[in-house]
């Protein structure tokens, strides 16, 4: 799992630049574009959540957006593909799987799920209580993000195929 960012790529010897400008570029950009487009409105609202974003970004195609929101924009995939990733799941329960989650990860959880700061400022234990009423919300928000982010490109482009050689 990797990311290219336009500060990697300047600091790659201008050869390779060129190189992977020619032959590898455009098909990292285009299943990035591809990935982040197909995504339906409330995966985009998600993922721009966690990268920090507004709403709006969510209605705008990946090629549309700046370099320093693309940027953001495949670092939280990249963040969120690791963190909801279905080999970290096996043999985990669903209580101890969202223990492992980073506070930043837990709280884009919760909110794909549809849930509030006052859900999430409760202990995340009581979803093994058959009573918590948004422990079924949350296990659909965390199944969603894995299949979600199961076929995510295997790296992530911010930079766009031009800027390679420039």
């Not at 953001?72 to 096996?90: M, N």
């Not at 329960?93 to 794909?112: C, D, G, N």
């Not at 093994?128 to 299949?147: G, I, Q």
């Amino acid at each position: 799992m990797t990311v290219m960012t336009l500060n990697l790529v300047e600091k790659q010897p201008a050869a390779m630049r060129r190189i992977i400008g020619k032959h590898l570029a455009v098909p990292r950009w285009q299943e990035t574009c591809d990935y982040y487009n197909q995504m339906m409105e409330r995966e985009r609202l998600t993922v721009c959540f966690h990268a920090q974003l507004k709403q709006r970004h969510a209605t705008m195609r990946f090629e549309e957006m700046n370099d320093v929101e693309r940027e953001r924009l495949v670092c939280a995939i990249d963040e969120l593909r690791g963190a909801f990733s279905k080999r970290r799941q096996i043999g985990a329960s669903e209580y101890a799987y969202i223990s492992f989650l980073t506070v930043s990860q837990r709280r884009t959880l919760f909110m794909h799920a549809g849930l509030t700061e006052k859900e999430f400022n409760q202990p995340y234990w009581r979803i093994n209580e058959e009573s918590c009423y948004w422990r079924d919300a949350l296990f659909r928000a965390l199944r969603e993000l894995f299949s979600l982010f199961e076929y995510a490109p295997t790296i992530l482009t911010s930079v766009k195929p031009e800027q390679y050689l420039h």
